[in-house]
């Protein structure tokens, strides 16, 4: 219900294709702009590496870096206006979720609610394995049975 | 036994899903609660919108019961909720601050306020969001309830109707009040 | 008329469906000759039905019937052609309509071509695509019907989003539904096998050709909807982990795993109920996706506003089909024991490992693609997973499976040994690390990562050569010899090399395009040159062009190089109708994209924000998919691939060629 500047989405277009929702206007204006881009190449490094983590919170699954919104592109600005004034990587990154929350990390914190997200991997890993092993015990057994 | 139980697996996990799936029909996938909920306001401070000798700060926001309301004359469910919100000042109800987000030009958010009225205490001038992203607002109208101390207490999302004024932010406001 | 038309016969292939979804299953079980005898004519009947119904919306949307109310939403007399057609699918119910014209295509050619199969077999087969065409259609007659009308009748149609206007994403989703759907088949082909309590090396080997075309159609799909991306949405991404590509990527994942395993199954009559699962998952898989886009589940729930009943009846499709095949799975699944018996380090072996990694692969996709949406339903809080975590997640489960990809086709049936093979590939693995390490001293010491990708891709393809000239027997008899095996090598072992070898160009792509893209963003007015990547790019200016349906400000950027100029000319472009789209310009040379983007107009002396990129090795995962997908395409048309070959005995161990036909 609520307005947003911008009806600014990219990769919803994607989605709207698949999903027959033709009609989210999307901006054809781009992410950064020349003007935002930063005098010291290694701030400028830096504010892209950070950018390329956070979340366009009004855009669907889209990182500040990628999105043309223009709140994505305000967050932009103030992300390298506080490493301009000396803030390392994680206090900026600190800051924005203070105001956000964990929503707008792409890549989502080790804690108890995502515990299963990181976990879940490396157990998928380590249960396959375990079944591949009994498994192909199970294959030897019955290779020995047959033999005799 | 554990070969039967391998094969019953897949049915087990498929029925979790949908059971998931089922609830995850039933919610918004783009409401965002905000992060800033029982923390108190950060620290802003907004020029004045062209036309008004004050702008709009944190300090402004202390010792009372209040709300900030972030608008926009671009934003279409502001107009909506417009109305209420002047009902609200004529009444004196609560004092509500404005912030005036991402104006195209300098002039169209006092332009807006003369026309149609101007329901805030007092109004920031926002065009480069840095009031929108201290309170981590992701679109407009989003309104932000504050108690005596100063700490943020509950985020509306969209318009403000009389509808959801009596039933649910009444009743906050008044809990608020109660407070010592 | 022809709108109604289209509607009864929609109305009509419901009633067929029902008929071949029911008849032939009870027919099968009482040996019935008669009431299986339905099961062919009605799949062929459903597909004639849909194609008319298909044919009658297209009719709608080629002569702008803006009484028709998607024609009027999603259509304008002013669009090309092209799109007017393209347009059928670029929204819900038209594209829906396309979906079970897919179902219904996959379900006549199992008619037609599965002469020789098992007739209880194919009488079941031909019954659950029945009933997945029923499940579907009832979904678009009572949410999603294409042939509503529209009254008062609009003068003109509203136009197609502008970013579909392009012919990448005209044919995108036509190609990935013949692969997202055409998993349907294995998923009729397990069902049907649990029901007849079997899935022998015959089953197995009829799953391969209809596994193999789905995949073939889906790596095209998914390719081309990349490639769009890259082009169209202007700043060189490829692929960004969003839920909408998982959708597509995880029945990818299972597939292929699925393509592996049926071979071990035909071959050596083992891990059947593992084949039988991923056929069935494959297709969940798909299902799953096609929930997650149409339901709105992951987008607003308001942007659906129109109809949140969508969203219950394709979980409740979802849950009744997968879960009833899963259910059948647990009742008689335990049964399908296998016979052939293998050590770990065999050819088996290997193909254990790849169904291995690719099933945690998709899993961990599956994941993170569901886990904010149930840690939100869990009230866990609101979280977001994008593509650092898929990165971090998915690429170190990649990388065994390409070191186990050059060994694997290597090692013996039953039982090899893993030392003395991988010291056959000495060389291969000699001349992958001087790869990497050449990348690494050349391009890039800053990235020891990206010069990992380049061993990997260069390991997987000399590895890959390795095993085509032990085959051939290159240099252990004369040259004459090996070419005239070269020749005789059966196109399904081609389909492999191709295959294998796509995915290492792929990977040399994405490695070399994630880690050394050059970019640069500016203002640049006529004549200003600017340096990108070892590239110089001088811009000309700016004019104003006219298109059919558009007017467009079209820039031209001229890069110097050994041959003579080469001319960019990027395009902002202004629908009439409505919208805007960026199109970006791009020149591949060898060695990369030359990638120009033209913005905003800044200042008076005609400047623009301009963003200039070479994308170096991008070319390589087009050329390196498109061989991918080639290779699909020989391997089918392999004779013991043909549909219809399973009565014949095994060809290739022939001694004598077998006669031309």
Known sequence: MADRPAPARRIVVLLAVLAGLAGLGPDPAHAVLPEEVLANPAHEARARAISKELRCVVCQNQSIDDSDAELARDLRVLVRQRIVKGDSDDEVIAYVVSRYGDFVLLRPPVKGATLVLWIGPIAIVLIGLLALISYFRRAGREAENAGR | ???????????????????????????????????????????????????????????????????????????????????????????????????????????????????????????????RSEGAIAFGVTGAPETFFVDRKGIIRYKHTGPITRDVWERKLWPIVQRLRAES | MTAELGHFALILAFAVAALQGT????????????????????????????????????????????????????????????????????????????????????????????????????????????????GFLAFILFTSNPFERLFPIPVDGRDLNPLLQDPGLAFHPPLLYLGYVGLSTTFSFAVAALIEGQADPAWARWVRPWTLASWTFLTGGIVLGSWWAYYELGWGGWWFWDPVENASFMPWLAATALLHSAIVSEKRDALKGWTVFL???????????????????????????????????????????????????????????????????????????????????????????????????????????????????????????????????????????????????????????????????????ASALAAFGVFLAAWLMFATLHELAVRIHLFRVPLGESWRRLRRQPRARWGMTLAHGGLAIVIAGMTASSAWTAESIQVMKPGDRVEVGGRVFTFDGAREVRGPNYAATRGTFRVDSGGGDIVLTPEKRFYDVQGQTTEAAIHPTFLGDLYAVLGDPRGEDGGFVTRLYFNPLVPWMWAGSFIMVLGGFVSLSDRRHRVGAPGRQKAGARATPAPAE
């Open chain 2, 1 to 127: 036994m554990s070969r039967r139980f391998l094969f019953l697996l897949p049915l087990v996990l498929i029925a979790a899903l949908g059971i998931g799936f089922w609830f995850g029909l039933q919610r918004d996938p783009q409401a965002l609660p905000s992060a800033l909920i029982n923390k108190p306001v950060p620290e802003f401070s907004l020029a004045a919108i062209e036309g008004s000798a004050r702008g709009f700060r944190r300090d402004d926001l202390l010792g009372k019961v209040s709300l900030v309301n972030i608008f926009g004359s671009w934003c279409l469910a502001c107009r909506i909720e417009h109305p209420f919100l002047m009902e609200l000042k004529a009444n004196g109800v609560v004092p509500v601050y404005g912030i005036d987000w991402r104006e195209p030009d300098r002039q169209a958010g006092p332009e807006w306020l003369d026309k149609f009225g101007n329901p805030y205490r007092l109004v920031g001038d926002d065009p």
């Open chain 3, 23 to 134: 008849l032939p299953l009870i027919g099968a079980q009482r040996r019935d000759s008669v009431w299986m005898s339905v099961a062919a004519p009605a799949a062929i009947l459903q597909f004639l039905l849909i194609a008319v119904s298909f044919w009658a919306l297209t009719r709608a949307f080629v002569l702008s019937d803006f009484s028709l109310m998607i024609v009027a939403m999603n259509s304008h007399t002013a669009k090309p052609l092209l799109y007017k057609i393209s347009g059928v699918w670029g929204n819900h119910e038209g594209s829906m309509l396309l979906w079970v014209l897919v179902l219904a295509l996959f379900g006549a050619a199992i008619a037609v071509f599965g002469g020789n199969l098992r007739p209880t077999l194919r009488v079941r087969v031909l019954a659950v695509q029945g009933l997945l065409g029923l």
């Open chain 3, 279 to 445: 056929a069935i998952v494959a297709f969940a898989f798909s299902l799953l996706g096609t929930f997650l886009v149409r339901s709105g589940v992951l987008t607003s729930v308001h942007a659906f506003a129109s109809d949140p009943s969508r969203g219950v009846f394709i979980l409740m499709l979802l849950i009744v089909s997968v879960g009833g095949a899963f259910a059948l799975y647990a009742w008689r699944g335990p049964a399908l024991k296998g016979g052939g018996l293998f050590r770990p380090i065999s050819r088996e072996g290997g193909l254990v490992l790849n169904n291995f990694l690719l099933t945690a692969a998709a899993a961990a996709v599956l994941l993170g693609t569901v886990y904010p949406l149930i840690l939100d339903v869990l009230n866990g809080g609101k979280i977001s997973v994008g593509a650092p975590y898929f990165n971090s997640v998915f690429i170190p489960m990649m990388v065994p499976l390409v070191l186990a990809m050059g060994i694997g086709p290597l090692l013996n049936w039953k039982r090899s040994e893993l030392g003395p093979t991988a010291y056959r590939l000495k060389i291969s693995a000699g001349l992958a690390v001087l790869a990497g390490i050449g990348a690494w001293l050349f391009i890039d010491r």
